[in-house]
Every structure is written in C-alpha cells, then in structure tokens.
C-alpha cells in the first residue's frame, strides 16, 4: 500500500479551487474593456475552445488575489501539503491564469493548463497527469461530471462541490476519499441576484395613473401591471448582466462583494442562462402592451447597456443616464396605459432623479473618502465629493421649484378642486430631499435612495403626508 505521502494530489480550478468559472470571467472582462471583441469570439471559438480561450487570456487581465476561492479546500489542501504531499494544479483553464493562481496561493508543485492549442478537459487532462506522472498513483479533486474519466484514473476522488448526482456516481465507481460539501444557493440566493427589491423602482410606473386620478379604470391598472412585470423582469436580467461585468469592482468592494456572483455563491454560468430567459419574459409580455411601450422598453434596455459598458464610468454622464432611466420608467407607464404625461411631471421628475442619482454616486464617493472603497471603475475621484453634493442638493431643490410653479399653473385646476391644499407638498418635498442628502453625507445611505426611501420610516411618514394633502386637494 502507497504512503499518502507518495500520492500526488491533483486539483481541478473551475468550480473546484475557485467558485467561478475563468473562461466566462475573463470573456467578461474582455467584453466589458472592449466590445467589439465580441464579434471576434465565434470566430476564435470554430478554431477550437483551446484557441478561444488563449485569445481571451491575451487580452484579458483577472485580479486572481480576489477569485472566490474555496477556503475549505484551500486548508485541506495546505494541510496535505504540510504531511509533504506533491500538489498538482490540472485545469482546463488557460494557462496564463492557471500561472497566476498558483503564484498567488504558492501551493501548487507543478501546473497543467491548457494553451493555444490544446483544451486541458476530460481524457486530455488524464493524458497530461499520466504523463507528468508515469504509473505513479494519484488523487484527483474535482467537482464536475466531465471529470469522469480523470476520478476513474485516479486513486481516489475528492469531491468539492459535486451535486447529489456526480456524488452517486462517484460513490459507485471510484472510492471517494475526501467530501468538501457545496455552498448553500437557491431560491432565495436568486431572489437576491436579481435584486427583486429594486422593483420598488417600477412603482414609478404607476406615477401616471395616480397622476391623471385614473386608478378606477381597471384596463388600465391591469396595463400598468403588466408593464411593472415586464419592466422588472427587463430590469433583472441587467443587474444579472452588470454584475457579471463588473465581477472584479465588487470583489473589492467592502457591500458588493457579497453579491451572489461575485463571492461565487451562484455559478457565473448559471448567470449567463438566466440573462435571455429574463429578456424573453419581458419581451412576451410586451406583446400584449401597446407597440409605443415594447419602444420604450427597448430604448430602456440600450440605454441600460450603454451604461454597464461605459457610461457608468464617465462623471456626470453616469448620473444624467441614471436620472433618465427613472424617468423613462414613467413614460413607460404612460405608454402601457395611454395616458399622456404632461411637461410638468416630465421635468419634476428629471430634476428629482438626477438628485437622487446624485446621492447614490455621494455614498460611493464617502465609502473612497473613509478609505472603505477604492474608486470602483467610476469617474470620480474623492475630492469630487463637495462638488457632487452642492449640485445634488440643487437638483434637489430645483425639483420643488417645478413643483410650486405647476402649483400656480392653470394646470392644476383640472384634476383638482382646492389646489391650495397642494402648497403643502412643497415643505414635505423639501425636508425628504434634506433628509436623503443628510443621510448620505452621514455615510449611512448603503443602497439606492428609492429603495432607502421605500424602507425608511422617516420617507415613509412623508409619503402617507403626501397622500393625505393630495386627497385634500381633490
């Protein structure tokens, strides 16, 4: 019988060393630093996987000091090294970045990775570990079906993150030597992935309906429905799409790197198959909508693009195309139902939203200030801080400006019969923009300001505030 000694143990890295997927990462970072490298992929993919995946490696840089590892194999791993066992990094992923991990992590004896011209999977990969190592035995530790032949090979499994399936089969045909279990996912992993809570921005959607007191006509409360669903769906498979591209940002980020992608609880890959799905929901539901509201979801989803792969980089751009996506959410509403949205809404909202898109990118910015949060990929620096905040706040205060004068415009007297009432939205207006600015200058406001205000009790007293006058007024 073998010492344990003698016996290698080999190691897969996709899925197994790190819960994530290197190919899909990088091909992401590729993307997102240049697009056009897209249109090259199926070009380098029908020249085999081993040459995509080394023109990608080429181009693209991944930060391999913060991959989700597997810090319980990482100790199995440095405990076996530690009893003098030879460990042996075998991978698939390209070798570039096969190098780099094992630099990193300094435990690896020897690397086999795949180059321009060979894909280091399945019976490849045995072929290589034979041939480094000749007859001697082996472990092998891995976490996928298409290392059947290598678990077969070997002496014994170690499997990491197997599902039931691949464990069964493991337990029939190999001896497992070591179980290290998967993480936990599911349900409620996805809900957080697809950050249902940002839906509470789809309320804007009924912004016209409430506007144009047309709540009773239950077509068009449907309609609204509808589109709410459509647009979170949309909504979803972007924020699945940014977080896919900005993998490396949130890793380093002291919130976002608990995020379901980047801290590797949900396969990147999973990621990827999920993004159309979400994309055909939304897109079937249009169908029964107005022709005008498929327009302005589709413009949605551009714009929303355009700002995952570049604009939300670019300073002052970013929080103009943010404060234009909360307000294409009301002409979305306005398109699903019919209902014509008027200028003062129109610009009311524009002001609102680019100071409300402001406080967002304050507390990023308070985050670098306190040395919590480097810069993130944005195009802000630190000192930027007082700058954004003096144009925030007017923003801000412009939009009760709007406000007043569409008090005092003939407008009003249309839809209600003692407009006076009205005036007193102005100050409750005025203290919720105080209140969302002298939060976020606190360094407490942690998440988007809709989504602060639809959990913050303070906001939520001005609201109901908000409803009383309004039905004052009628």
Same mark, same amino acid.
């Given at each position: ?203 804007? #959607? ?30 979803? !498979?972007?924020?699945?799409? *940014? ?11 002291? *919130? ?74 009301? %002409? ?41 949060? !480097? ?31 569409? #008090? ?27 209140? #969302? ?19 913050? *009790? ?12 309004? %039905?004052?007024?009628?």
């Amino acid at each position: 019988m073998n010492d344990e000694r003698d016996v290698a143990l080999v190691v897969d890295l996709d899925g197994t060393l790190v819960h994530t997927d290197l190919l899909i990462e990088s091909a992401f970072v590729l993307v997102r630093e240049q697009p056009h490298k897209l249109l090259r992929m199926p070009g380098w993919y029908r020249h085999g996987k081993a040459t995509l995946k080394s023109e990608i490696a080429s181009r693209a840089d991944l930060d391999v000091e913060h991959l989700p590892y597997n810090h319980e194999l990482l100790d199995y791993l440095g405990a076996e090294k530690r009893r003098g066992r030879r460990i042996i990094l075998a991978t698939a992923a390209n070798q570039r970045y096969a190098h780099q991990v094992a630099e990193h992590l300094n435990l690896f004896d020897d690397v086999l990775a795949s180059d321009n011209q060979i894909n280091l999977s399945g019976q490849n990969k045995l072929d290589a570990i034979r041939e480094l190592l000749g007859d001697t035995p082996f472990d092998y530790a891995a976490d996928h079906d298409k290392d059947r032949p290598i678990w077969a090979g070997s002496r014994q499994s170690v499997l990491v993150s197997a599902s039931p399936g691949t464990d069964r089969w493991a337990s029939s045909q190999t001896t497992v030597g070591h179980r290290i279990p998967r993480q936990p996912g599911g349900l409620r992993t996805w809900v957080k992935a697809m950050r249902l809570y940002q839906w509470s921005k789809n309320i804007l #959607i009924f912004v016209p309906l409430l506007a144009s007191h047309e709540l009773l006509d239950g077509s068009k409360v449907l309609a609204a429905c509808m589109a709410f669903l459509a647009y979170g769906a949309l909504a979803s !498979s972007v924020y699945l799409l *940014n977080d896919l591209l900005d993998l490396g940002d949130d890793r380093r980020h002291p *919130n976002k790197r608990r995020r379901p992608f980047a801290s590797g609880t949900l396969p990147v890959a999973q990621g990827v198959l999920a993004i159309p799905i979400l994309i055909l929901i939304a897109v079937v539901i249009a169908l029964f909508l107005p022709p005008l509201f498929g327009t302005v979801l589709a413009i949605y989803y551009i714009a929303t693009l355009a700002y995952s792969m570049g604009l939300k980089r670019l300073a002052l751009v970013d929080v103009l195309t943010l404060a234009g996506l909360y307000t294409l959410r009301l %002409i979305a509403g306005g398109a699903a139902t019919g209902i014509p949205l008027s200028f003062w809404l129109l610009a009311l909202s524009m002001s609102l939203f680019l100071s409300l898109a402001m406080a967002k990118r304050c507390a990023e910015l308070f985050l670098m200030q306190s040395g919590e949060s !480097s810069a993130g990929g944005r195009g802000y620096a630190s000192s930027d801080l007082d700058a954004l905040r003096s144009l925030g706040t007017a923003a801000g205060y412009t939009s009760v400006v709007i406000l007043a004068l569409y #008090i005092n415009s003939p407008d009003v007297t249309r839809y209600y019969s003692h407009p006076n009432w009205i005036w007193l939205l102005c100050p409750v207006v005025l203290y919720w923009i105080s209140r #969302i600015w002298l939060v976020t200058m606190r360094g407490q406001m942690s998440d988007d300001p809709i989504v602060f205000a639809a959990r913050d *009790n303070g906001s939520r007293v001005c609201m109901v505030m908000g409803a009383l006058i309004m %039905i004052a007024a009628l």
